[in-house]
């Protein structure tokens, strides 16, 4: 479905992706794991069209999408739930919902879609009226979730969904995830929670320094000696 | 005391002139950061279309001043400031958007000497129009100019009616156009966020575009509305009255729509009365720009963010 082929994205001289390759399965959950600075959110980023690579291909459902403007990406289904939620402060919170399907024209479609992000974040109906930017951390990060559902993506890419979340939000969020999964939509998830994310993944890749370092199932990564002293904080 | 109320009316109308072409100031800096100094030279164009459109009528009707030939000149004059504000934006702005803050800057000053220079020397030479190297008498329409209306004994200029209900009207549809489409949806989300925005589908290119051209509409309205209330115009007329606009958009908080239509009629009452009110030597008409300068100055100095402050664009 996606295909990430030995991508290189640099900020000025400084390589912050140093040819990369990956791919995401058709209904999979894939994680990419890494530490601070590793390069996940550039790669996220240059997937949705934000950033130009310098070199390397990406393909989403047969078609070559790196040259794609943003905007157009999100519209061949693609939705892109970015690092720090980004909700529109000032924006209510439908309205910011709203956003989400900006670029579908399916009136009905889209009133669905509404409802059926209030049915599964009861909170957001409840304070549909209310401006984003009043909300806690936690249901930020439900409302940004809810606004990358609502262009009714076939992959979804979230970039740390649980960020500063209490244990149970952060049991929200994963089991959100693997209701979306249930519902068809494949998922490419970063995550500072490794072994929250790898329990659920179905192919996970590590990223050191901008380079894919292992790779394997959530299951084998949660196995791997390396991976647990490095990320699962383990001996 | 009617005397009063009457410079306080005269006020309120001038005030929102400024408010009209003010909201062009707003809007686009609420969407891309950028003063867009030349957006006076809109407000000129506006008029010069209203007025060609008439010109060009009037070679079939005889020059007939009936009142229908309003809406006509409005959307003529609305059709070339939109097609100049737009040409403008995707020529001369869009090749800077990454550049120096002064780039934009320097380019403006050229856009204004250009577009002042090219009525200035070729209006004129189109066959049947006038020439523009003085001030051009402005078509005085029926109803909408002629006697003054009699209002509870106050005497008020037809031309200050229309440009009230002209500023009302259009921020009526301004307030619908931002909160209730989804375009204007787009356009807060862009000033709010531009690299989320087009996460969310929205071309920014396209919302920038938009945004220049909803502030030349209101600037072609206020071109229009100037001609009808001082009967003439010309080449240099949106020098002055776009620094006073700009004025008013800072007055009010940049990047704030309601900041510039309060500021503009904030700017225009003060301007009324210290011509009223002050004694002396520094009273009078003469010393009008000044006290309106002096207002942005303290403005500036004690409250920077604008009486409104400057809601739309305090992105972290
Ligand atoms: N806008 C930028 N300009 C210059 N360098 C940047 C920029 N954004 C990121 N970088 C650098 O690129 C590298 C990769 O950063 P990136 O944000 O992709 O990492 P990450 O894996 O998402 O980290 P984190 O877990 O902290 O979110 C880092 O060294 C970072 O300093
Ligand atoms: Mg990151």
């Not at chain 1, 559902?149 to 649980?162: G, H």
């Not at chain 2, 078509?139 to 106050?154: S, W």
Request: proline share 4%.
């Amino acid at each position: 479905m996606l295909e990430v082929k030995d991508l290189v994205v640099a900020y000025g001289k400084v390589k912050a992706v140093k040819g990369i390759s990956f791919s995401v399965e058709q209904g999979q959950v894939v994680s990419l794991l890494g530490t601070n600075g590793a390069g996940k959110t550039t790669t996220l980023r240059t997937i949705s069209g934000l950033l130009r690579s310098e070199s390397g291909e990406i393909w989403f459902e047969g078609e070559r999408i790196d040259r794609t403007p943003a905007h157009k990406v999100v519209m061949k289904g693609l939705a892109h739930s970015p690092e720090g939620r980004k909700i529109f402060p000032r924006l209510t919170v439908e309205d910011n919902l709203r956003l989400g399907a900006f670029a579908r024209k399916d009136t009905d479609g889209i009133a669905r879609d509404l409802k059926r992000v209030y049915d599964l974040f009861e909170i957001l109906y409840e304070r549909r009226a209310q401006p984003a930017g009043t909300f806690s951390g936690g249901e930020q990060q439900m409302l940004a979730i809810g606004r990358a559902m609502m262009s009714r993506p076939r992959l979804l890419m979230l970039d740390e969904p649980s960020m500063g979340l209490s244990p149970i939000m952060m049991q929200r969020i994963m089991s959100t995830i693997r209701a979306l999964q249930s519902e068809g939509v494949t998922i490419l998830l970063v995550e500072q929670n490794a072994a929250a994310a790898l329990k659920l993944s179905d192919r996970a890749y590590v990223l050191e320094v901008g380079q894919i370092t292992l790779d394997g199932t959530g299951e084998q990564l949660l196995g791997d000696d390396r991976v647990k002293r490095a990320y699962l904080g383990e001996d | 005391m009617t005397y009063y109320l009457d410079q306080l009316l005269n006020g309120l109308s001038l005030g929102s002139l400024y408010a009209l072409i003010a909201v062009g100031y707003t809007v686009v800096y609420g969407i891309v950061q950028l003063i867009n100094f030349a957006h006076g030279e809109i407000f000129m164009i506006g008029a010069f279309g209203a007025l060609s459109t008439w010109i060009v009528l009037s070679w079939v009707t005889g020059g007939s001043t009936a009142w229908w030939n309003l809406p006509l000149m409005l959307v003529g004059g609305m059709i070339v400031a939109v097609l100049t504000a737009v040409l403008m934006e995707r020529f001369a702005y869009r090749p800077l958007r990454n550049a120096p803050r002064l780039a934009p800057l320097i380019t403006a000053i050229g856009i204004s000497i250009f577009l002042q220079e090219f009525v200035r020397l070729f209006y004129g030479q189109i066959p049947g129009f006038p020439d523009a190297k003085a001030a051009i008498p402005f078509p005085q329409l029926e109803f909408f100019t002629g006697p003054a209306i009699d209002v509870g004994g106050l005497q008020v200029h037809r031309g200050n009616f229309f440009v009230m209900a002209a500023l009302l009207i259009c921020w009526i549809f301004l307030w619908w156009f931002v909160n209730r489409t989804a375009t204007g949806r787009a356009m807060q989300a862009v000033s709010q966020d531009p690299d989320t925005s087009r996460l969310m589908g929205i071309d920014v290119d396209r919302i920038i575009v938009v945004a220049f051209a909803v502030g030349a509409s209101l600037a072609a309205v206020a071109g229009l509305a100037s001609g009808l209330r001082y009967g003439n115009i010309d080449f240099k007329m949106g020098f002055l009255a776009g620094l006073k606009a700009f004025t008013a958009a800072v007055l009010g908080g940049i990047g704030n729509i309601n900041g510039a239509v309060v500021g503009g009629l904030t700017l225009g009452v003060v301007e009324a009365m210290a011509t009223t009110l002050i004694p002396g030597q520094f009273g009078g008409p003469a010393w009008k720009d000044v006290w309106a300068f002096v207002l942005l100055i303290l403005i500036l100095v004690f409250r920077p963010q604008g009486l409104l402050g400057a809601k739309v664009v305090d992105r972290a």
